[in-house]
């Protein structure tokens, strides 16, 4: 006899509920770190603050693919910002979930495709590229809006905006990178 997880009443299933249980632990991990490790990676732009909350969301979507990553970094987003993060407001939000999103989208799908170290590798760095690619439009287009400085402002701080996106990415995708393999039997458990 077999046992049926699914039941008529809620429509979902025991491994659905443990996914999401998984799921929003990643999310308070992701909201823990940013609250207890946050700093400057360059001092003439202190406002780019490090911090590794993106760790547990990429880790999240090496597990459960991209789309449960977009899922993780929009929540985690949202919490953070109006918790921890709550001085950049609805603008830290928006960056944060372009900025991790364009990371884990582009990391999971590589990542999707061929489950080896390998791929893992060449996930990590193109979500980097990307990361970077993408932040320098949201920077642009959006920094200006909800900042109201001069889009030449926002250029000539292009170079550390570039490399801060660069060393936060690698920093979360090298620890990612080096800890998924030893935690992932635990989420797909």
Not at 107 to 132: E, F, N, P, S
Not at 136 to 147: C, D, E, H, R, S
Request: hydrophobic share 55%; net charge positive; aromatic share 8%.
């Amino acid at each position: 006899m077999t046992q049926n997880n699914t039941t008529p009443e809620t429509g979902g299933n025991k491994m659905t509920t443990i996914r999401l249980a998984k799921m929003a632990m990643l999310v308070a991990m992701s909201i823990v770190l940013v609250a207890l490790v946050h700093f400057p990676i360059f001092p003439a732009v202190a406002f780019l603050e490090y911090d590794p909350a993106d760790i547990p969301i990429l880790i999240g979507t090496f597990a459960f693919g991209p789309l449960a990553g977009f899922i993780l970094t929009v929540v985690t987003s949202v919490i953070q910002g109006v918790t921890v993060s709550a001085a950049s407001g609805v603008y830290g939000i928006l960056m944060h979930i372009i900025a991790t999103s364009a990371l884990v989208i582009v990391a999971g799908v590589i990542y999707r495709r061929h489950k080896t170290r390998k791929t893992a590798l060449i996930g990590v760095l193109c979500g980097i590229a990307a990361m970077a690619i993408v932040m320098i439009g949201a920077n642009l287009v959006i920094t200006p809006i909800f900042m109201g400085v001069p889009r030449s402002a926002v250029w000539q701080l292009m170079p550390f905006i570039v490399a801060f996106n660069i060393i936060k990415a690698g920093i979360n995708g090298l620890v990612t990178f080096l800890v998924y393999k030893r935690i992932s039997g635990f989420l797909h458990r």
